[in-house]
């Protein structure tokens, strides 16, 4: 696949692109972001998750298997592998009003190098109307180890589409994270790029943390396939695994095995908070409201 059928405006580094800038003028609805920002969060929520307590976390969403073979999936869905996991690609822990659960995040290249990228349902409630707690990102987490540490979320970004009524469009959010021992995660991980307008059709590989019941080696998955339209603003993904805890798995489009990063254009999430079944993942189209949005995050980390 050739980068120019991929995209329309590529943020490399969110460096180039400014709120004013064309690539990323007010779309349909126009991004409003809304912040929230916790200067408390590294102390505690380091010390608040302990690898019991990872251990014990549950996904956000409840998609399982169970649900996906009374509604099929068709036999000619693949399904997804284990995989070591990329470092650009991680778990995300964070309490709720409900326990204490996951979803997967990754890393998205800024001038900061501090910016990750999930789903906006993995941060804010729109039906409690609550921002999520003690949230830390572990870069390819892996049945209890953490090798690149564990990183608080300080910063939390989405649109208030998304806090008013949970818009499935605007089913994304940015969260930055803290500096560690001198260190900027992107510096130590690296990250992928963000793309805008890249239409609905591209080949992705999706890596995300699926549910420890469903999956009990408690590892990531990985699965490569083509995305389509779902319906307008909204991208599906077919591949079987994808239960709760993958909400926010990045969908990376050129993926390179070696560097193990590429271009982010999706995230699971939007309709139906991901999809319903394992085997039908969903994501919104990045559009240039995301575009807007992921550049105000990088203005406020």
Not at 265 to 271: A, L, P, R
Request: hydrophobic letters at 35%.
């Amino acid at each position: 696949m050739k980068t120019r059928r991929l995209c329309c405006a590529i943020l490399t580094g969110l460096a180039s692109i400014s709120p004013a800038s064309p690539a990323v003028a007010a779309g349909r609805h126009g991004a409003h972001p809304v912040s929230f920002v916790d200067p408390a969060a590294g102390a505690r929520a380091a010390a608040y998750w302990t690898a019991a307590l990872m251990a014990s976390a549950t996904p956000l969403d409840p998609r399982d298997v169970r649900l996906a073979r009374q509604a099929g999936p068709p036999s000619a869905i693949p399904s997804a592998v284990p995989t070591g996991g990329s470092r650009v690609v991680g778990a995300l822990f964070f309490g709720s009003g409900s326990g204490r659960h996951y979803c997967t995040a990754s890393v998205v290249d800024s001038p900061k190098r501090n910016l990750l990228i999930t789903a906006a349902h993995c941060l804010y409630s729109p039906t409690s109307h609550t921002w999520n707690s003690h949230i830390v990102f572990v870069p390819k987490y892996s049945q209890g180890r953490r090798p690149y540490g564990t990183w608080p979320v300080w910063l939390m970004v989405t649109d208030e589409r998304w806090l008013d009524h949970g818009d499935q469009d605007a089913d994304v959010g940015f969260a930055a994270v803290q500096v560690m021992d001198g260190r900027r995660i992107a510096d130590v991980v690296g990250a992928n790029e963000m793309l805008v307008n890249t239409g609905y059709a591209n080949r992705v590989t999706v890596i995300g943390y699926p549910s420890k019941a469903n999956y009990p080696s408690d590892r990531p998955i990985r699965c490569t396939g083509r995305s389509y339209r779902q319906e307008d603003r909204q991208l599906r993904f077919d591949c079987g695994g994808f239960t709760g805890g993958t909400s926010g798995a990045p969908w990376i489009a050129q993926y390179d095995d070696q560097a193990q990063r590429g271009y982010v254009i999706g995230v699971i999430g939007g309709y139906q908070r991901g999809g319903e079944y394992d085997w039908r993942s969903y994501s919104p189209l990045f559009d240039d409201d995301i575009g807007r949005l992921a550049v105000t995050a990088n203005n406020q980390a």
